[in-house]
């Protein structure tokens, strides 16, 4: 499995961005997909991630109510939606594919995306 995160970019507090993470590989469906960041200087943290499937999703609760994950498998692609962004949600966000494992956990994801940079300002 191949990933590909798009979407980033510097938007103002209060604003809104779509993350997308392209996959490749037939497998992908049968794949959690998790959306982790990473601020300069900090370690990289969960954020969401979407079962297989896409019945169960798990959000930190830092973005619990302001951000939302989908995944269309028919187009081997995952969503995040981000509203009422806020400075403290700068960072590069990375998509990831793990097979079985602690969600929150990054060790645990097999697959990486390179990352998206979001720059919320002030």
């Known amino acids: 499995v191949q990933l590909q995160a798009s979407g980033g970019g510097l938007v103002q507090a209060g604003g809104s961005l779509r993350l997308s993470c392209a996959a490749s590989g037939p497998t992908f469906s049968t794949y959690v997909v998790g959306w982790f960041r990473q601020a300069t200087g900090k370690e990289r943290e969960f954020v969401v991630g979407i079962g297989a499937g896409g019945g169960f999703t798990l959000y930190a609760d830092s973005v619990k109510g302001r951000f939302t994950i989908s995944r269309d498998d028919a187009k081997n692609m995952v969503y995040l939606l981000m509203n009422s962004l806020k400075p403290e949600d700068t960072a590069v966000y990375y998509c990831?594919?793990?097979?079985?494992?602690?969600?929150?956990?990054?060790?645990?994801?097999?697959?990486w995306g390179q990352g998206t940079l979001v720059t919320v300002s002030s």
């Open positions: 990831a594919a793990l097979r079985t494992g602690t969600w929150r956990d990054p060790r645990r994801y097999d697959y």
